[in-house]
């Protein structure tokens, strides 16, 4: 989310996002401050990565893109398209069943 949103993610911002965010397990205050105790991300009102948090943003995006791509290139774009399509579809009318 911070590379996402670079340079100079509003911090109050970001930390509502991540608590929103079901993808996030620990606590977002602690997590934001590990990133920067790492030397991963630096500023306070607005965030952003320092060169070694670029460094390893760029090398997890390579190590989840590569296989992804390499997956994905064995399949028509137009079956993906229907796939997403289906899944999202299946997906509002479960929400629509939960609420």
Known sequence: MIASRAPG????ALVEDLEASRN??????????????DDLTRGRAEIDLTDE???LYTDLREYVI???VRLLDQFKIEDIETTVRTLQAITERASEVVA
């Open 9 to 12: 993610a509003p911090r109050e």
């Open 66 to 68: 590569g296989p992804t």
């Open 24 to 37: 996030v397990a620990a606590p977002v205050v602690e997590l934001l401050a590990r990133l920067e105790r």
């Open 53 to 55: 948090g670029e460094v």
